[in-house]
């Protein structure tokens, strides 16, 4: 089992930054991927932005030159700077895993979600 908690998160005025944590834990034999999607209600999850273990990286456009992923493999933490907010950012944001083990097909585990609001 893999568990993970995220932080970070808030309210912050457009034009303003935010960094979200989410940091892995329990049983891990390797995690491949790592990510961020968002979730308004009464629409469907979307990708924000994911990174491989290699730190290959990829974006949702509308948050291209604004957010930044990145990832700490030996604390199995990944991270997700946001800058020149928008309230079209406002969301509720998941971090998510994919986790491997020999034997086993790939699982997605996902954190608890975190609020973040974009407003003045």
């Known amino acids: 089992q893999v568990r993970l908690v995220q932080s970070g998160g808030g309210l912050v005025q457009p034009g303003g930054s935010l960094r979200l944590s989410c940091a892995a834990s329990?049983?891990?034999?390797?995690?491949?991927?790592m990510g961020w999607y968002r979730q308004d209600p009464g629409k469907q999850r979307e990708l924000v932005a994911i990174?491989?273990?290699?730190?290959?990286?990829n974006y949702a456009d509308s948050v291209k030159g604004r957010f930044t992923i990145s990832r700490d493999n030996a604390r199995n933490t990944v991270y997700l700077q946001m800058n020149s907010l928008k309230p079209g950012d406002t969301a509720v944001y998941y971090c998510?895993?994919?986790?491997?083990?020999?034997?086993?097909?790939?699982?997605?585990?996902w954190g608890q979600g975190t609020q973040v609001t974009v407003s003045s």
């Open positions: 998510y895993c994919r986790h491997v083990q020999i034997g086993s097909p790939p699982y997605d585990y």
């Open positions: 329990g049983t891990i034999f390797n995690i491949y991927s």
């Open positions: 990174i491989g273990s290699g730190g290959s990286t």
